[in-house]
């Protein structure tokens, strides 16, 4: 689309994520909400005359895809909505930011590739909103020069508390049908992703999966262990469970043979070398790194600082033709191995 033009997009789902997104556009001068959308009525009313204001509202997606002046699309449904409003938007020309998880199976997500694949002119973009923050990225750069030596091993964990209220709020909450799971494709997913991407890929997992605090309430599991090998030969592991009495705690850890880094939360909380000159050059890339941390306005603490970058690199992307920094392919690599660990849960 010509540059000049304002990227015009509608937002479909107007429940818990759609505040982010809508607020996130409202701060791009680049793109304008046209409409929004969502099966509650209510909602979708709410969203355009509280947080979209000039903005239309509509029940039914395919007026969305119908419209000729709505350019693009924000996803903030349900997991198991995703692969069918993709697909559809898609086929009807219009770019497509999706919220993660990207699909709640694999079969959603070989569909969304495909139609992504047959649309490449239109952006397909993947909400993983934290590879957008300073540190992962200088972490991701760091371990790929080999500054951390020969990786040995990469874990990652979130102890996270959801009660029942938030299960039963929603009905597509801690279902198979609805959510595909729970922790491991809800909540853990962004750290699942970030140990993953900063790693350089996995390629096997094994898990375990378990309800041991929401029995009776979800269908799903609120607790995973994971056993990981990654590409370049590290291994690995990932614990997670929203049945803790930690309100959301996370922890991320790289070990080479030359250095150490451990992130907790959005911060280094430890960095270790043998050799301290080392140490000095890594740590100074990091501060120097971080400290451009400054220019997004914060969502929800543990959404991070994160959307509006990715929605300003979406809406970048829709107007200059270029490659957008999460395209589905990228984001499918960490839901595959979701998928992947559930499937190995599953044959225990
Ligand atoms: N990136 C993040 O940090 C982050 C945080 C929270 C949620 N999310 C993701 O955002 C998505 C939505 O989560 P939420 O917490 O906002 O859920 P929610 O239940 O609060 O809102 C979802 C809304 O989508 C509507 N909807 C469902 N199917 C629809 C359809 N076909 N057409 C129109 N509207 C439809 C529902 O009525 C509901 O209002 C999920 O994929 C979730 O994992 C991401």
Redesign the pocket.
């Known amino acids: 689309m010509p540059s000049a033009k304002k990227v015009r997009v509608a937002v479909?789902?107007?429940?818990?994520?759609?505040e982010?997104h809508l607020r996130c556009y409202a701060h791009n001068p680049a793109a304008k909400v046209v409409a929004v959308?969502?099966?509650?009525p209510e909602?979708?009313r709410r969203a355009a005359e509280e947080r979209a204001p000039g903005a239309r509202w509509t029940?039914?997606?395919a007026e969305i895809f119908a419209a000729p002046d709505v350019d693009a699309v924000s996803i903030?449904?349900?997991?198991a909505?995703?692969a069918?409003?993709a697909c559809a938007a898609l086929a009807a020309g219009k770019h497509v930011l999706c919220?993660?998880?990207l699909a709640r199976t694999s079969g959603d997500l070989a569909r969304m590739l495909a139609a992504a694949e047959a649309h490449p002119d239109l952006v397909a973009a993947g909400?993983?909103?934290h590879r957008f923050e300073p540190l992962p990225r200088v972490l991701r750069d760091l371990v790929a020069e080999g500054a951390f030596g020969r990786l040995l091993t990469a874990t990652g964990s979130l102890h996270c508390f959801r009660g029942n209220g938030y299960f039963e709020k929603?009905a597509?909450?801690g279902t198979k049908a609805g959510e595909g799971g729970s922790v491991l494709i809800?909540q853990s997913?962004?750290y699942f992703d970030l140990l993953l991407w900063i790693a350089g890929g996995a390629e096997t997992v094994r898990a375990w999966s378990a309800n041991l605090g929401h029995e009776g309430v979800i269908e799903t599991e609120d607790t995973v262990a994971l056993a990981l090998r990654f590409r370049n030969g590290a291994l690995g592991s990932f614990v997670a469970t929203n049945a803790s009495q930690r309100g959301w705690d996370s922890e991320l850890a790289f070990h080479g043979t030359k250095g150490t880094a451990i992130v907790r939360g959005d911060a280094l909380s430890f960095l270790s070398f043998a050799d301290p000159a080392a140490e000095k050059r890594v740590r100074a890339r990091i501060e120097k790194a971080v400290s451009g941390n400054r220019a997004f306005p914060k969502g929800k603490d543990?959404?991070?600082p994160g959307?509006q970058a990715q929605i300003d690199d979406f809406v970048r992307a829709v107007r200059t033709g270029r490659r957008p920094y999460v395209t589905f392919a990228d984001a499918a690599e960490s839901d595959a191995m979701v998928f992947a660990a559930y499937a190995s849960a599953a044959r225990r």
Do not use: P
């Open positions: 479909i789902g107007c429940g818990v994520i759609s982010l959308c969502d099966l509650i909602r979708a029940t039914k997606a903030c449904t349900d997991h909505s995703h069918a409003l919220e993660k998880s909400v993983f909103q929603d597509w909450r809800n997913i962004h543990y959404y991070g959307h």
